[in-house]
């Protein structure tokens, strides 16, 4: 089955500066890529994702780009606030089976 | 993005004892599944609820251990039996909207303490 690794484990940057969480995964047959954050006692909540036909794709401060030769994927916040700190998931799925598979998560803590 | 609910939202339970978490979801959700999240670490599939039949169970988990049924397209239920302190973990109902999006949206979670 799919494997999905996901580093750091833990990030501190100061406020302002950028963030990069990167993923590997297993399976070339994977085509769909979410990122989830979770925040202390929260549910996870999809920030952004990616399909297999897109090398890149930007919501304002948060960009997901995607090597599929390489296998890997990476979230990119700019311009940290401390409200972006929480757990990062990176996550894989194979189209039409819906089955997802999550990284290990990455604490993010933007010092102000 | 889909509405998922699910009760309780928290609990204490005995060691021992059995305890179902229900989950409701809005008519968007195609696929529902059942994840655990234990303290601390990433989110482990459970199992694919399947209407009106026998819930696909990931490796580890199985079904006398976590019952799941799912009655109608919009509602199921998760039982974790027979509880232990390793089953103390953070129990989330999550919806799927189906196509090739796989977009995976979840409920708030069911935190299970077992004493």
């Known amino acids: 089955g799919e494997n999905v690794e996901q580093h750091p484990s833990t990030l501190s940057v100061q406020e302002g500066d950028s963030a990069v969480i990167k993923c590997t995964y297993s399976d070339s047959a994977s085509n769909y890529f979410p990122w989830y954050k979770q925040e202390l006692g929260k549910r996870p909540q999809l920030i952004i994702d990616?399909?297999?036909?897109?090398g890149e794709k930007k919501d304002q401060r948060i960009a997901v780009t995607l090597n599929k030769t390489a296998k890997h994927f990476s979230l990119h916040i700019t311009e940290t606030q401390p409200e972006d700190s929480a757990v990062y998931f990176c996550?894989?799925?194979?189209?039409?089976?819906?089955?997802?598979?999550f990284g290990t998560g990455t604490k993010l803590q933007v010092i102000p | 993005s889909a509405v998922i609910s699910q009760k309780p939202s928290r609990d204490i339970c005995q060691r021992g004892t059995s305890l179902t978490i229900q989950c409701q979801v809005d008519s968007q959700v195609t696929m529902m599944f059942w994840y655990r999240q234990q303290p601390g670490q990433s989110l482990t599939l459970i199992a694919t609820?399947?209407?009106?039949?026998?819930?696909?169970?990931e490796s580890g988990f199985v079904i006398d251990k976590f019952p799941i049924s799912r009655p109608n397209l919009t509602f199921s239920t998760l039982t974790v039996s027979n509880m232990s302190p390793e089953d103390s973990s953070i129990y989330l109902c999550s919806g799927s909207t189906g196509g090739s999006g796989n977009t995976i949206y979840f409920g708030e979670g069911s935190w299970l303490t077992v004493v």
């Open positions: 609820a399947n209407q009106g039949s026998e819930a696909t169970y």
């Open positions: 996550a894989a799925s194979i189209g039409g089976y819906q089955k997802v598979t």
């Open positions: 990616i399909r297999s036909n897109v």
